[in-house]
């Protein structure tokens, strides 16, 4: 049976919101380490990890860099507005269209879509970016976000991007990027490609 698939850890939800405060470059690094050690322990001894038998072992990342923390500008939609994106089970799935992000990164303005689970209150950036195929997984990362209504501004912290289960698992379904949400630079952040024990 296939699993449908969007968060794939929980501890990449937390403290998105409070590292934009933390003056203290180092400490920040830590806090993203000991989530990151978390999520290798979670995927090591948790019966819901998609990593089994031999394939256990720990997840690769780039280095943490702050500079990929950076504070986007939202624009709302004013009307609810659905959209289809394909899975990776050569699906479709729907999300609805909460908002376009814009930030400024690697010398360049970048917009993203910004979508929510229609079934729950998650929400989430789903990217494509210059990264895939050779570093990361060529479907694609998503990016957890923290979101209240009317607000004008949120931080997005490209280091917590991760991949989607169905990298580890194809027995999970995963939405695949819409292009529009390619960011035409290498989004060197967040988790790498896993290399699977043969």
């Given at each position: 049976m296939k699993k449908y698939y969007i968060t794939s850890f929980i501890f990449v939800l937390i403290g998105v919101g409070i590292y934009f405060f933390y003056p203290n470059e180092q400490?920040?690094?830590?806090l993203i380490y000991k989530e990151r050690e978390e999520k290798n322990t979670f995927m090591r001894s948790s019966d819901n990890s998609p990593l089994k038998g031999k394939d256990l072992k720990k997840l690769h990342y780039y280095p943490?860099?702050?500079s990929y923390r950076v504070l986007s500008k939202v624009h709302f939609l004013k009307k609810k507005n659905f959209i289809e994106v394909m899975s990776s089970d050569n699906n479709t799935v729907f999300f609805e269209k909460i908002a376009s992000v814009e930030f400024y990164l690697k010398g360049k303005t970048?917009?993203?879509i910004l979508l929510k689970n229609t079934d729950s209150q998650e929400y989430f950036i789903p990217f494509l970016d210059s990264t895939n195929e050779t570093e990361t997984y060529t479907g694609g990362r998503y990016l957890p976000v923290e979101i209240k209504k009317?607000?004008?501004e949120i931080l997005l912290d490209f280091n917590k991007a991760y991949n989607p289960y169905c990298h580890y698992d194809s027995t999970y379904t995963c939405p695949i990027p819409p292009a529009e949400n390619f960011i035409q630079a290498y989004i060197r952040a967040g988790?790498?490609?896993y290399t699977f024990i043969h």
């Open positions: 400490y920040y690094k830590t943490v860099d702050i970048h917009s993203l009317n607000t004008k988790e790498k490609l």
